[in-house]
């Protein structure tokens, strides 16, 4: 994108909400939390743009990247927060999915962390999983790959399996991610495609408008950002647990 082009986004929030100090804080999180990513990446990727596709469903939401330091934030600490309870597991293999990835901005996020063994993204707009993929390229490791499905639908997490074809399941802990991508129904399908194939189901949640689906479905709430209630809806997240095991209850309780 050229200056101009910059600029002139600059000026559409401006327009649309101000020119007063929340569309300029607007603007300052537009350039730091959007834009700077992939300028810091020499322009190797391609993330901060919007695409609003012509959907087959009123649910599925159009692609806007996750805020940069939100989505580092909501790993770090669901990661902290499994280690601290899981610390004498050593088998175990814990993966990162974006559930409506879009570009793959969080992927090359999760990326950062040495933590993930594997990272997939599932995206159901084709031209979104084809950037996804070119801006994967930019990465030196090789476990990450973008799967072009629906999350609706079983094919999307045959296809993650397949790339896991000779882990044990039990091992896997899955870092789940959705930024509000899609509306209730969509989200109560897959999670009950998640919860029929894995254990053990961390639930990255941003902008968690259906954060009750979860909680009817056997998850538990273990973490939340720390913002106040007035916060612009791209800092607010909740993170979720689900686990298969009888002492869930008892994990959970005290926290
Ligand atoms: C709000 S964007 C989030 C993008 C990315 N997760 C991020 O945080 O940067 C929502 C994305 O979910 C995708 N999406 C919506 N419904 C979907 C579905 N049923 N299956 C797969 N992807 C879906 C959209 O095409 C869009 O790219």
Known sequence: MSVNSFLKNYRNILNYHGYNFYGFKRVIDQILEVDFFDFSRGHKVHTAFIKTPEYTSDQYMHYQPAYTSVVKEMIQLSVAYYTSISYSDK????????????????????????????????????????????????????????????????????????????????????????????????????????????????????????????????????????????VHKNYKYKIYHYTKSDHSHELHKNK
């Open 91 to 230: 088998s175990r293999f814990p993966i990162f999915v974006d559930l409506g990835c879009g570009s793959g901005k969080t992927l090359l996020i999760a990326e950062q962390f040495p933590y993930f063994k594997s990272i997939f993204g599932i995206e159901i707009d084709k031209e979104l999983s084809n950037i996804c993929e070119q801006n994967l390229q930019s990465l030196s490791s090789n476990n990450n790959f973008c799967i072009n499905a629906n999350v609706e639908e079983k094919q999307a997490i045959n296809e993650l399996l397949h790339f896991l074809d000779d882990t044990d399941i039990d091992d896997i802990t899955v870092f789940a991610f959705n930024k509000n991508s899609y509306g209730q129904k969509v989200l109560e399908s897959s999670l009950n495609l998640l919860k029929e194939k894995f254990n053990n189901i961390f639930y990255l949640y941003q902008n968690p408008v259906f954060g009750q689906v979860l909680l009817d479905n056997g998850f538990y709430e273990v973490l939340s950002d720390s913002k106040n209630s007035t």
